[in-house]
């Protein structure tokens, strides 16, 4: 082999080994830079699920605090709204009291209950018992007749001009008083027993609406 054909084969030689490293050295940049790409790809995924996570959870946070003020709001406007009621009812209770007085069956189950009363708190007699001025002579003494069953023993009943409606019965240190000034005398008890008489009227009505709309 001459000279020349020697340094040409050193030449390709060369020129071969230099090709085998270029391509190697592509394949190892394109790989790196394959991996990268893959490595930048996953995580802006992961980037985007954190946002999308957070977002979510602000939203959840937001929805959360917006219905927690909208609950405050309701029970503040509920509140108002029973409080209204029971103060009209308050204001329209001594009426409605004084009609129902003036009705002789309501008025037969008042006495009634009053004496009931009087029988268990007060010792069995005699009693005094003031009724309003107008009350009849008639029920004055089927009143009278009715105390003394219960005692066993006479008692006083005296027209009261200050007794609008019911009866005041009393002994020696003890006293029903089931007159209409005695019985709204606790506006604030009367108040507290509206209100959860309004609250219970309405979760019966708001569980019929639910019953009615519900499907078959």
Not at 96 to 119: D, F, K, S, T, Y
């Amino acid at each position: 082999m001459t000279l020349e054909q020697n340094e040409r084969a050193l030449v390709e030689l060369v020129e071969g080994a230099c090709a085998r490293r270029r391509h190697e050295i592509l394949e190892a940049a394109r790989r790196e830079a394959d991996a990268l790409r893959r490595d930048a790809h996953a995580e802006a995924r992961r980037a985007m699920r954190r946002a999308f996570e957070a977002e979510r959870h602000l939203t959840r946070e937001r929805i959360e605090a917006a219905q927690a003020h909208l609950d405050t709001r309701q029970r503040a406007a509920t509140q108002q709204r029973s409080a209204a009621l029971a103060a009209t009812a308050l204001r329209l209770l001594p009426a409605g009291l004084l009609a129902r007085w003036r009705e002789p069956a309501a008025r037969e189950a008042w006495i009634g209950r009053a004496l009931a009363a009087a029988q268990h708190a007060l010792p069995r007699g005699p009693w005094r018992v003031a009724h309003p001025v107008d009350l009849a002579e008639g029920e004055r003494s089927r009143l009278a007749a009715a105390i003394a069953a219960r005692t066993g023993t006479p008692s006083t009943l005296s027209a009261d001009p200050r007794v609008d409606a019911g009866l005041l019965i009393a002994t020696d240190g003890a006293s029903i008083d089931a007159t209409l000034a005695g019985l709204l005398a606790d506006r604030a008890d009367i108040g507290a027993r509206l209100l959860d008489r309004i609250a219970a009227l309405e979760s019966r009505e708001a569980a019929h609406v639910v019953n009615v709309g519900s499907p078959p």
